[in-house]
């Protein structure tokens, strides 16, 4: 069964620190790999997405992620976090071509803490 | 820029009542979506709508029903309000693989 999995709940990192959200993914082929952040009281906004090409992405807010093929995984990174980052993050995917958001699969969620 | 709007960011239920959410957007979408999200379950889509007058089922549909009478507004009701369904909906649309969410209903069932 297609499945998403964001191993950590909750993360805590100082502010400055860097930072690296998972996301694997169990799918048949290669999907089109989104994540997605939801700051308090807000509805998910668009990080970045990766449909193909270079595995490295860069996305808004100075965050990026990388697409490992032989892991199935999508791994989000910023290397200094700033309070403003605290949020929920969500990796989503979806089959290629399908892009409708009635076929995407959201992971569960990581909730993301930033110490001053 | 309204982009997607919720009413009401808040609602709080007894057993048995009855609601709807409202959902409007203003960006001329085909596609929108109802979903509910539930501490370590992500979002999971309940109905949605691939355009004007249509609609069908997601994931979790059961005790829900949808409306889309006209394209910007997308209704999503509860007949017979259950503490199950206490929970966070999001309404979005959806334009290729862009999806705009929003803020957010924060319904609790007592």
């Known amino acids: 069964a297609q499945s998403v999995t964001q191993p950590d709940i909750h993360i805590t990192v100082s502010e400055g620190a860097s930072l690296e959200l998972r996301c694997n993914y169990s799918?048949?082929?290669?999907?089109?790999l989104f994540w997605y952040v939801q700051s308090p009281g807000q509805g998910l906004q668009l990080l970045l997405k990766?449909?193909?090409?270079?595995?490295l992405v860069q996305g808004i807010k100075g965050f990026e992620a990388e697409f490992k093929r032989s892991q199935s995984s999508f791994n989000l990174r910023k290397p200094s976090v700033h309070w403003s980052d605290a949020a929920e993050y969500f990796c989503?995917?979806?089959?290629?071509?399908?892009?409708?958001?009635?076929?995407?699969?959201f992971g569960p969620g990581t909730s993301l803490s930033v110490i001053p | 820029n309204a982009g997607v709007t919720q009413t009401p960011k808040f609602r709080v239920l007894k057993t048995g009542q009855s609601m709807t959410l409202l959902c409007a957007q203003d960006?001329?979408?085909?596609?929108m979506y109802w979903y509910r999200q539930d501490p370590g379950m992500g979002l999971r889509l309940i109905h949605y709508?691939?355009?004007?007058?249509?609609?069908a089922k997601g994931e979790v549909p059961d005790g829900y029903n949808v409306s889309r009478l006209k394209k910007q507004n997308f209704l999503l009701g509860l007949e017979s309000a259950a503490p199950s369904q206490t929970s966070v909906y999001f309404c979005?649309?959806?334009?290729?693989?862009?999806?705009?969410f929003g803020q957010g209903t924060r319904l609790t069932v007592v």
């Open positions: 799918y048949g082929a290669t999907p089109y």
């Open positions: 960006m001329n979408h085909e596609y």
């Open positions: 979005a649309s959806s334009y290729g693989d862009l999806a705009f």
């Open positions: 990766y449909f193909s090409g270079d595995t």
């Open positions: 989503a995917v979806v089959a290629p071509m399908k892009t409708s958001y009635d076929k995407v699969i």
């Open positions: 709508s691939v355009g004007e007058g249509t609609t």
